[in-house]
Protein backbone atom coordinates (compact mmCIF):
# COMPACT_ATOMS: atom_id res chain seq x y z
CA UNK A 1 0.00 0.00 0.00
CA UNK A 2 2.78 2.25 0.90
CA UNK A 3 4.75 1.86 -3.09
CA UNK A 4 0.92 3.02 -4.16
CA UNK A 5 0.70 6.12 -2.30
CA UNK A 6 4.35 7.07 -3.03
CA UNK A 7 3.74 6.48 -6.68
CA UNK A 8 0.13 8.48 -6.47
CA UNK A 9 2.01 11.43 -4.42
CA UNK A 10 4.58 11.97 -7.23
CA UNK A 11 2.29 11.50 -10.34
CA UNK A 12 0.30 14.70 -8.32
CA UNK A 13 3.59 15.95 -7.96
CA UNK A 14 4.52 15.85 -11.71
CA UNK A 15 1.08 17.03 -12.99
CA UNK A 16 1.02 19.85 -10.95
CA UNK A 17 4.44 20.78 -12.05
CA UNK A 18 3.06 20.54 -15.82
CA UNK A 19 0.70 23.07 -14.83
CA UNK A 20 3.29 25.98 -12.68
CA UNK A 21 3.80 29.31 -14.32
CA UNK A 22 7.12 29.13 -16.06
CA UNK A 23 10.06 29.56 -13.37
CA UNK A 24 12.51 31.99 -16.02
CA UNK A 25 10.28 33.38 -18.24
CA UNK A 26 9.27 36.80 -17.35
CA UNK A 27 6.06 39.08 -18.03
CA UNK A 28 5.11 42.19 -19.53
CA UNK A 29 3.05 44.63 -19.27
CA UNK A 30 2.74 47.14 -22.23
CA UNK A 31 0.88 50.34 -21.83
CA UNK A 32 -0.15 51.40 -25.85
CA UNK A 33 -1.54 54.75 -26.38
CA UNK A 34 -3.25 55.51 -29.75
CA UNK A 35 -3.88 59.20 -29.89
CA UNK A 36 -7.09 61.15 -30.75
CA UNK A 37 -5.99 62.57 -34.41
CA UNK A 38 -8.16 64.85 -35.98
CA UNK A 39 -8.08 63.47 -39.21
CA UNK A 40 -10.80 62.21 -41.63
CA UNK A 41 -11.73 59.43 -42.56
CA UNK A 42 -10.08 57.84 -39.63
CA UNK A 43 -9.46 54.20 -39.56
CA UNK A 44 -9.14 52.40 -36.16
CA UNK A 45 -4.85 51.29 -36.79
CA UNK A 46 -4.03 48.04 -36.90
CA UNK A 47 -1.12 47.03 -34.59
CA UNK A 48 1.32 44.37 -34.00
CA UNK A 49 3.51 44.10 -31.03
CA UNK A 50 6.26 40.63 -30.88
CA UNK A 51 9.54 39.74 -29.69
CA UNK A 52 12.77 38.76 -31.75
CA UNK A 53 16.15 37.69 -30.42
CA UNK A 54 19.04 40.26 -30.66
CA UNK A 55 19.37 38.59 -34.51
CA UNK A 56 16.35 39.42 -35.53
CA UNK A 57 14.98 35.79 -35.19
CA UNK A 58 10.91 36.39 -34.86
CA UNK A 59 10.63 34.51 -31.58
CA UNK A 60 6.77 35.33 -30.89
CA UNK A 61 3.31 37.52 -31.18
CA UNK A 62 2.49 38.95 -28.17
CA UNK A 63 -0.44 41.09 -29.42
CA UNK A 64 -2.16 41.69 -32.91
CA UNK A 65 -5.32 43.93 -33.88
CA UNK A 66 -6.55 43.50 -37.01
CA UNK A 67 -10.18 43.26 -38.41
CA UNK A 68 -9.17 40.09 -40.67
CA UNK A 69 -6.56 38.34 -41.26
CA UNK A 70 -6.57 39.21 -44.91
CA UNK A 71 -4.98 42.36 -43.18
CA UNK A 72 -1.99 41.15 -42.27
CA UNK A 73 -0.06 41.92 -44.57
CA UNK A 74 -0.63 46.17 -44.22
CA UNK A 75 1.40 45.52 -40.99
CA UNK A 76 4.50 45.02 -43.23
CA UNK A 77 7.48 44.70 -40.65
CA UNK A 78 5.67 41.34 -38.59
CA UNK A 79 4.50 40.24 -41.51
CA UNK A 80 7.98 39.76 -42.95
CA UNK A 81 8.98 38.27 -39.77
CA UNK A 82 5.86 35.94 -38.60
CA UNK A 83 2.90 36.66 -41.22
CA UNK A 84 3.84 34.35 -43.51
CA UNK A 85 4.45 31.20 -40.99
CA UNK A 86 1.83 28.76 -40.61
CA UNK A 87 1.84 30.05 -37.00
CA UNK A 88 -1.38 30.16 -34.89
CA UNK A 89 -2.38 33.56 -34.15
CA UNK A 90 -5.59 33.26 -32.63
CA UNK A 91 -4.34 33.45 -28.91
CA UNK A 92 -3.52 37.04 -29.98
CA UNK A 93 -5.61 38.21 -32.03
CA UNK A 94 -8.02 41.20 -31.07
CA UNK A 95 -9.74 43.50 -32.65
CA UNK A 96 -8.84 47.00 -33.73
CA UNK A 97 -9.34 49.73 -30.95
CA UNK A 98 -10.62 53.23 -30.62
CA UNK A 99 -8.09 56.63 -29.32
CA UNK A 100 -7.15 55.40 -25.85
CA UNK A 101 -4.45 53.75 -23.83
CA UNK A 102 -4.46 49.66 -23.39
CA UNK A 103 -2.51 47.50 -21.45
CA UNK A 104 -1.39 44.25 -23.16
CA UNK A 105 0.09 41.50 -20.74
CA UNK A 106 3.05 38.68 -22.31
CA UNK A 107 3.02 35.65 -19.85
CA UNK A 108 6.27 35.14 -20.81
CA UNK A 109 5.40 32.09 -23.59
CA UNK A 110 5.46 31.66 -27.14
CA UNK A 111 2.51 30.69 -29.16
CA UNK A 112 2.62 27.21 -28.47
CA UNK A 113 2.31 28.20 -24.48
CA UNK A 114 6.83 27.19 -24.20
CA UNK A 115 8.43 29.65 -22.04
CA UNK A 116 10.67 32.14 -23.63
CA UNK A 117 13.77 31.82 -21.98
CA UNK A 118 15.17 34.74 -19.55
CA UNK A 119 17.53 37.00 -22.07
CA UNK A 120 18.17 39.73 -24.24
CA UNK A 121 15.37 40.72 -27.35
CA UNK A 122 13.88 42.99 -29.15
CA UNK A 123 10.62 44.26 -28.95
CA UNK A 124 8.68 45.60 -32.22
CA UNK A 125 5.87 47.80 -32.32
CA UNK A 126 4.42 48.26 -35.12
CA UNK A 127 1.07 50.62 -35.86
CA UNK A 128 -0.44 51.10 -39.32
CA UNK A 129 -3.93 52.92 -40.58
CA UNK A 130 -5.59 52.62 -43.71
CA UNK A 131 -5.28 55.66 -45.20
CA UNK A 132 -3.03 56.71 -42.85
CA UNK A 133 0.17 56.84 -41.09
CA UNK A 134 2.85 54.45 -39.80
CA UNK A 135 4.99 53.99 -36.89
CA UNK A 136 7.18 51.14 -36.04
CA UNK A 137 9.76 50.89 -33.43
CA UNK A 138 12.06 48.50 -31.78
CA UNK A 139 13.22 48.57 -28.24
CA UNK A 140 16.31 46.17 -26.46
CA UNK A 141 14.55 44.32 -23.53
CA UNK A 142 16.85 42.15 -21.01
CA UNK A 143 13.89 39.35 -19.68
CA UNK A 144 16.90 38.85 -16.69
CA UNK A 145 16.14 42.88 -15.14
CA UNK A 146 13.01 44.26 -13.77
CA UNK A 147 12.08 48.01 -15.10
CA UNK A 148 10.36 50.55 -16.94
CA UNK A 149 10.74 51.75 -20.67
CA UNK A 150 9.27 54.55 -22.30
CA UNK A 151 8.85 53.93 -26.10
CA UNK A 152 8.31 57.40 -28.44
CA UNK A 153 6.13 57.30 -30.86
CA UNK A 154 5.51 59.52 -33.28
CA UNK A 155 1.98 59.44 -34.97
CA UNK A 156 -0.19 56.25 -34.70
CA UNK A 157 1.03 55.98 -31.33
CA UNK A 158 2.02 58.22 -28.30
CA UNK A 159 4.34 57.67 -25.99
CA UNK A 160 4.23 54.02 -24.08
CA UNK A 161 5.55 52.10 -21.29
CA UNK A 162 7.26 48.35 -21.21
CA UNK A 163 7.37 46.98 -17.83
CA UNK A 164 9.47 44.11 -17.46
CA UNK A 165 8.77 41.18 -14.68
CA UNK A 166 11.07 38.83 -14.08
CA UNK A 167 10.37 35.49 -12.14
Known sequence: ????????????????????????????????????????????????????????????????WVEKAEWFKDLRQWWRKAGKSDANFDGVTGATKRPGTYTINWNGTDLDGKAVAAGKYLLNLEVVREEGGRDYTRVELDLNKDGKITIDGTNEFSQSFVTIKSQ
Open 1 to 64: MLKLNTLISAVVLFTAALFQPHANAAELEIELTLPDLDVQPYHRPYVAVWLETPERKHVTTVAL
